[in-house]
């Protein structure tokens, strides 16, 4: 990258880390990271106000391309700086890992209640702790199972493990990097404990489809080493930041009822819920058996309405799951955009669109619309959304690192091929001389 963009990105970065906390208790006298404790500092929910990141800094560029990502991820890990460009824009087979510190801490996410992943698990987390000295981070419902809470051999291990809980415990500053067991909603899981900067991402394929799982288990303790040592590349997978502003239903019921409010508020009390979505945002008719009828802005101004089941919000990384079964086209992560994909619409003419990254997006209920919609983000958080109520989408500036088995590239047309079947049909024969002959 050419030292213009460099410049344009490093006080980004330096900003953001300084309004972060510190990583260690040194810096703050907070509580040491001692093996075995389960630590309680206290986490607001993502889903209210208080957990909206303050982070003045990062406004959007009302560039068409997008605000400029962060390049540090977690405490100690970020992007290593490439002076060569094509086109002032970085080749993505040249993004690689680098780390300001040797990592010390690793946060294992595992899928819930999958039996196949007990013995991987385990093995993992023996190497990480007694062969790496890592620090291991387990969330507590993992080792509530009783598979492993009954395992005598276990035992010994899981004392050296910090556990948290999702929602009440914040280790956004105390993970150096994360490793993933399971399928691509375990990368999805990921994301979603993570509101700003997310450590790197490393996957392990032992789900089910495995898209956005390049790494096999097989050869699980030569790869996680290169990782440590900082050999590795990246790809910087781009989230929506999703903001929903939702009516008090209980003073629309008390104007509904023609009483007099006297409390002096102009406007009904809103609450804000903010979220980081890696895959896509889903608007739908939910139960109901109406259209959903939903009006769609673009940067403040109305562009259509979205007669149908709904309509998808997504990334590139999300192209090639909900999206593309509704008849998107799927896009690599580095492009910069967003797409918006109607779900069965009443319309022949309402086609897929792709649209800037940098735009803002605005979806809200139709005054004609005959009953609400429901939003979900990543498929969790499911929601109802009423009149009045606002869901805003943007490029999120914290994108999520995903460490690449190959490269970026070569990764991405390898999960097509294998997990898609991208273009798979059996070959035309060729001619034969006495047909040539013919034609």
């Given at each position: 990258?050419?030292?213009?963009?460099?410049?344009?990105?490093?006080?980004?970065?330096?900003?953001?880390?300084?309004?972060?906390?510190?990583?260690?208790?040194?810096?703050?006298?907070?509580?040491?990271?001692?093996?075995?404790k389960?630590?309680?500092?206290?986490?607001?929910?993502?889903?209210?106000?208080?957990?909206?990141?303050?982070?003045?800094?990062f406004?959007?560029?009302?560039?068409?391309?997008?605000?400029?990502?962060v390049?540090?991820?977690g405490?100690?890990?970020?992007?290593?700086?490439?002076p060569?460009?094509?086109?002032?824009?970085?080749d993505?087979?040249?993004?690689?890992?680098?780390?300001?510190k040797?990592p010390?801490?690793?946060?294992?996410?595992k899928?819930?209640?999958?039996?196949?992943?007990?013995?991987?698990?385990?093995?993992?987390?023996?190497?990480?702790?007694?062969?790496?000295?890592?620090?291991?981070?387990?969330?507590?419902?993992?080792?509530?199972?009783?598979?492993?809470a009954?395992?005598?051999?276990?035992?010994?291990?899981?004392?050296?493990?910090?556990?948290?809980?999702?929602?009440?415990?914040?280790?956004?500053?105390?993970?150096?990097?994360?490793?993933?067991l399971?399928?691509?909603?375990t990368?999805?899981?990921?994301?979603?404990?993570?509101?700003?900067s997310?450590?790197?991402?490393m996957?392990?394929?032992?789900?089910?489809?495995?898209?956005?799982?390049?790494?096999?288990?097989?050869?699980?303790?030569?790869?996680?080493?290169?990782?440590?040592?900082?050999?590795?590349?990246?790809?910087?997978?781009?989230?929506?930041?999703?903001?929903?502003?939702?009516?008090?239903?209980?003073?629309?019921?008390?104007?509904?009822?023609?009483?007099?409010?006297?409390?002096?508020?102009a406007?009904?009390?809103?609450?804000?819920?903010?979220?980081?979505?890696?895959?896509?945002?889903?608007?739908d008719?939910g139960?109901?058996?109406?259209?959903?009828?939903?009006?769609?802005?673009?940067?403040g101004?109305?562009?259509?309405?979205?007669?149908?089941?709904?309509?998808?919000v997504?990334?590139?990384?999300?192209?090639?799951?909900?999206?593309?079964?509704?008849?998107?086209?799927?896009?690599?992560?580095?492009?910069?955009?967003?797409?918006?994909?109607?779900?069965?619409?009443?319309?022949?003419?309402?086609?897929?669109?792709?649209?800037?990254?940098?735009?803002e997006?605005?979806?809200?209920?139709?005054?004609?619309?005959?009953?609400?919609?429901?939003?979900?983000?990543?498929?969790?958080?499911?929601q109802?959304?009423?009149?009045?109520d606002?869901?805003?989408?943007?490029?999120?500036?914290?994108?999520?690192p995903?460490?690449?088995?190959?490269?970026?590239?070569?990764?991405w047309?390898?999960?097509?091929?294998?997990?898609?079947?991208?273009?798979?049909?059996?070959?035309?024969?060729?001619?034969?001389?006495?047909e040539?002959?013919?034609?």
């Amino acid at each position: 990258m050419e030292n213009s963009e460099e410049a344009s990105w490093t006080p980004k970065s330096e900003t953001c880390m300084e309004s972060l906390p510190h990583c260690c208790s040194a810096c703050d006298n907070r509580e040491s990271l001692i093996p075995g404790k389960t630590f309680r500092k206290p986490k607001a929910r993502s889903m209210s106000t208080s957990a909206v990141p303050s982070c003045a800094e990062f406004r959007r560029t009302q560039s068409l391309h997008g605000p400029s990502p962060v390049t540090t991820f977690g405490p100690k890990a970020c992007m290593l700086k490439n002076p060569k460009a094509v086109m002032h824009i970085q080749d993505p087979a040249s993004q690689r890992l680098t780390w300001n510190k040797p990592p010390k801490s690793v946060l294992v996410i595992k899928k819930i209640q999958d039996v196949s992943l007990l013995q991987p698990f385990k093995e993992l987390c023996i190497f990480l702790t007694e062969q790496k000295n890592m620090i291991v981070y387990v969330e507590r419902k993992v080792l509530e199972d009783p598979a492993i809470a009954n395992d005598e051999s276990f035992v010994a291990v899981k004392k050296n493990f910090c556990t948290f809980r999702e929602d009440f415990d914040d280790i956004s500053n105390r993970v150096d990097f994360i490793i993933c067991l399971g399928g691509d909603g375990t990368l999805l899981y990921a994301s979603s404990l993570f509101q700003e900067s997310v450590p790197p991402v490393m996957a392990f394929h032992l789900g089910s489809l495995g898209f956005l799982t390049p790494f096999n288990f097989d050869t699980y303790q030569s790869q996680v080493t290169q990782v440590i040592e900082g050999n590795a590349a990246i790809i910087l997978r781009s989230r929506l930041k999703v903001k929903v502003v939702k009516e008090s239903r209980e003073k629309s019921k008390t104007k509904e009822m023609n009483l007099i409010i006297t409390n002096g508020d102009a406007e009904p009390s809103r609450k804000t819920m903010q979220h980081q979505v890696l895959n896509e945002v889903v608007v739908d008719r939910g139960p109901s058996s109406y259209l959903s009828n939903v009006d769609l802005f673009l940067d403040g101004h109305l562009i259509t309405t979205v007669q149908g089941d709904g309509v998808i919000v997504s990334t590139p990384t999300g192209s090639t799951a909900y999206a593309v079964a509704a008849g998107a086209s799927m896009i690599h992560p580095n492009v910069p955009a967003i797409l918006i994909t109607p779900i069965c619409p009443h319309s022949l003419s309402f086609r897929p669109i792709v649209v800037p990254a940098g735009v803002e997006l605005k979806i809200m209920l139709s005054r004609e619309a005959r009953n609400n919609a429901w939003v979900s983000f990543d498929g969790r958080k499911r929601q109802e959304i009423g009149h009045g109520d606002s869901i805003t989408i943007t490029t999120s500036c914290f994108p999520v690192p995903s460490i690449c088995f190959r490269d970026p590239v070569n990764d991405w047309f390898e999960s097509l091929a294998q997990c898609l079947h991208w273009n798979v049909r059996k070959k035309q024969s060729h001619l034969s001389s006495e047909e040539e002959e013919e034609f």
